[in-house]
């Protein structure tokens, strides 16, 4: 793994529901050899701030257990504690952006990093139904909560997104390659953009 500080960048992963957006951020870290951040920047942040950061609706085993902290970016406390939370989050973000080459998942890392150079915004989506098949097949729910989950989750995402990242009524800007997973699927999505990654950034090209 190559990080002097004049080689490092960031690749964010911004996705759909159940487009697989996760599992291909996990694989294109694991090809490029640099390090995967995701869930581990709340768990960061938990302990950084001495507080749950996933306070989940009493309705949260009806959504699909584990995933319903998806409904709910920062939580539901209020808005001053979610806008705290957000700002520690960025700072770890920016913190690991200048530390090491990595991957990001989420939490508008592609707006908290629009300032920094060598960062590579990639935006994951699928049509409806294969999201909803991914959601029954990979991520092992019912199809009727496979549904909701697409629906609930995206909404969600698009409402953290309008409230922390200023980019304009559709934020498309902001991305610089966006990318259908139904047509190369987890290996090949991140195969592609990992060839992205080392013609932009000359990985491994000494």
């Known amino acids: 793994m190559n990080n002097d500080s004049s080689d490092k960048y960031v690749v964010t992963i911004t996705r759909q529901f159940g487009s697989l957006g996760r599992p291909i951020a996990r694989k294109l870290s694991e090809t490029l050899g640099i390090q995967f951040y995701d869930r581990d ?10 507080l749950p950061i996933s306070v989940i609706s009493k309705n949260e085993e009806e959504y699909g257990g584990a995933y319903a902290a998806m409904r709910f970016p920062l939580g539901t406390t209020s808005r001053a504690r979610q806008d705290e939370i957000f700002a520690v989050q960025s700072e770890i973000i920016r913190s690991l952006a200048s530390r090491e080459s990595c991957v990001i998942v989420g939490r508008c890392a592609d707006y908290v990093l629009r300032d920094c150079p060598n960062t590579l ?9 294969d999201r909803i098949r991914n959601s029954i097949e990979t991520l092992r729910m019912d199809e009727e909560t496979a549904m909701k989950m697409v629906l609930e989750v ?15 009524s559709d934020g498309l800007a902001c991305h610089h390659l966006l990318i259908n997973s139904s047509y190369f699927g987890i290996d090949g999505t991140a195969e592609l953009i990992a060839d992205i990654v080392r ?6 090209t000494d």
């Open 41 to 50: 920047i709340v768990e960061q942040t938990s302990q950084k701030m001495g």
């Open 121 to 129: 915004n990639i935006y994951i989506f699928a049509p409806a139904e």
């Open 154 to 168: 995206d909404r969600a995402r698009k409402k953290y997104r309008d409230r922390y990242a200023d980019y304009g």
């Open 199 to 204: 013609k932009k950034f000359a990985v491994g």
